[in-house]
């Protein structure tokens, strides 16, 4: 893709981006000089990063597992980002194939490459809109078509939240989405947090902090806080690797650096 192609599609170059910094960090190959270059200085002050976001992504698959498990048949997957292996759509249509996926993100190349991958398949789709707008993607039309909302949905924000400050109002961005669900639809969050962490996180937000997109770590009641009106399934507020883990987690639970929850609509 030459430049003109990267204008044209709003892929911007000169800043690393939030959505291909953790697709390399996973191992993905949707990424720029400038993301890696930005990746290996955050792992240069935070060499657990890696691990970070891998646990993250093992979360995220055992979450909408569970989404399934419960019966729920919609998800709604709020800044995915890439596609990669053990994407949404993959766990669930492999519990039951009808299973409907609409993935939401604002990066240009994760869309572009997103189409790519989900080709073929008539029950997952892609919607290129900005999340903190819930508006724009509760009522963009292939959101519409994809998901009844008279039925019970799974909205994910896997590592979303944190990168959403105070002064943005998370809790009323949240709020608004859970105003559409039916009752019994869950909600499946996962955020940074500063709970068990080391001076090194704290470099790590300063280096986010000058790429343009910083980072809002918060506490287990912080996120309580931001989803008022779900009720907060068992294990509650965990560290990612705590969260119904199909193994007991091999490292320390704080070393994900991240906690996670799922609740539901009553």
């Known amino acids: 893709m030459n430049d003109d192609e990267h204008a044209?599609?709003?892929?911007?170059?000169?800043?690393?981006?939030a959505a291909r910094v953790y697709d390399y960090m996973i191992g993905g190959k949707l990424n720029y000089a400038v993301d890696r270059m930005f990746a290996e200085q955050i792992l240069g002050v935070l060499p657990n990063a890696r691990h970070m976001a891998l646990v993250n992504r093992a979360w995220l698959r055992r979450a909408v597992r569970f989404g399934a498990e419960q019966g729920i048949r919609q998800f709604l997957d709020i800044g995915s980002g890439m596609p990669t292996v053990g994407h949404v759509h993959e766990v669930?249509?492999?519990?039951?194939?009808?299973?409907?996926?609409?993935?939401?993100?604002?990066?240009?190349?994760?869309?572009a490459h997103s189409e790519i991958v989900l080709e073929g398949n008539d029950n997952a789709?892609?919607?290129?809109?900005?999340?903190?707008?819930?508006?724009?993607v509760l009522e963009h039309p292939t959101t519409e078509a994809m998901l009844d909302f008279g039925k019970p949905v799974m909205v994910i924000m896997a590592a979303f939240v944190h990168f959403i400050p105070d002064s943005r109002d998370p809790a009323g961005l949240i709020g608004r989405y859970r105003e559409v669900l039916a009752p019994g639809s869950h909600l499946a969050l996962s955020s940074g947090t500063w709970q068990g962490q080391g001076d090194e996180t704290q470099r790590s937000v300063s280096l986010y902090e000058k790429s343009g997109t910083p980072l809002t770590l918060r506490s287990p009641d912080e996120l309580t806080a931001l989803v008022k009106g779900f009720e907060i399934l068992p294990p509650g507020v965990v560290f990612t690797p705590e969260w119904r883990p199909d193994e007991p987690p091999e490292d320390p639970p704080a070393r994900s650096g991240g906690l996670a929850l799922v609740a539901r609509k009553v």
Request: hydrophobic share 35%; no cysteine; net charge negative.
């Open 8 to 17: 044209k599609r709003g892929i911007d170059l000169e800043r690393p981006n």
């Open 125 to 136: 789709t892609m919607v290129q809109a900005d999340a903190e707008y819930p508006d724009e």
């Open 92 to 111: 669930v249509q492999t519990i039951d194939p009808t299973s409907r996926v609409v993935y939401v993100d604002n990066e240009p190349i994760a869309v």
